[in-house]
């Protein structure tokens, strides 16, 4: 059936170092989002791209769409301890309206 | 921006009872709205997808008998646990999603509500 895969699974990084996760779908997608979940809390939206090779910059988080629509990444410059949560990716086939489909996520850690 | 609520928050059961779970978009009207169940340190699952007025539609392998779902608004889907057992305790997650004016729409998350079943 259609995936999307995530990777790595977890990430422990020190303060100040970059991380990025992948994203890989089985098949095109209409569009991707990212979602973020600190531990205990339920996940919030970050972002949407929706135009193949899009890449849209929130302060220091940087997201790609790849040029096939199959593939993403999030990039963080200089991580903080803020940061720490799983990072989802989700999206919809494009099929019409579907429902988002997660990746299994990202978990970071952060070392002060 | 869009806020979608969850109540309750936190539910403690005893097994064989069922547990009703709603969701409320607040300020805008949910074209659809999706139930999604999460495990510990696992991703969400999709289990059903709701729209306003129709017959849920379900996942492979979610039992639609035990997951009752009702959709009676454009701004209010409930989740009912019937017969809950310990393996049912989980973190239960409603989205709703909206037109937003463009080609694409937008899925907004409940809190969530954690479900534990003694």
């Known amino acids: 059936g259609q995936q999307v895969m995530q990777i790595p699974q977890y990430q422990h990084v020190q303060e100040g170092e970059d991380f990025t996760t992948y994203c890989n779908s089985s098949?095109?997608?209409?569009?991707i989002q990212w979602y973020k979940q600190r531990p205990g809390g339920h996940p919030v939206f970050l972002i949407q791209l929706v135009k193949s090779g899009e890449v849209k910059k929130q302060k220091r988080l940087t997201f790609q769409f790849g040029e096939a629509k199959k593939n993403s990444s999030l990039h963080i410059t200089a991580t903080q301890t803020t940061d720490v949560g799983t990072y989802f990716c989700a999206g919809p086939w494009v099929r019409g309206n579907t429902p988002l489909v997660f990746g299994k996520g990202t978990r970071l850690s952060v070392i002060a | 921006g869009a806020v979608v609520s969850q109540h309750p928050s936190w539910v403690i059961c005893k097994s064989g009872t069922s547990v009703k779970i709603e969701c409320r978009s607040l300020d805008f009207q949910a074209t659809t709205m999706f139930w999604y169940r999460q495990f510990p340190k696992q991703s969400l699952m999709l289990m059903a997808t709701?729209?306003?007025?129709?017959?849920?539609?379900?996942e492979q392998g979610v039992e639609k008998d035990k997951f009752l779902i009702n959709h009676a608004s454009l701004t209010l889907s409930t989740l009912t646990v019937t017969s809950a057992h310990p393996e049912d305790s989980s973190f239960y997650i409603c989205s709703a999603r909206y037109k937003d004016g463009t080609v694409q729409e937008t899925q907004y998350f409940g809190p969530g509500t954690r479900l534990l079943v003694l």
């Open positions: 098949t095109t997608l209409s569009n």
């Open positions: 709701s729209n306003e007025g129709s017959k849920a539609t379900y």
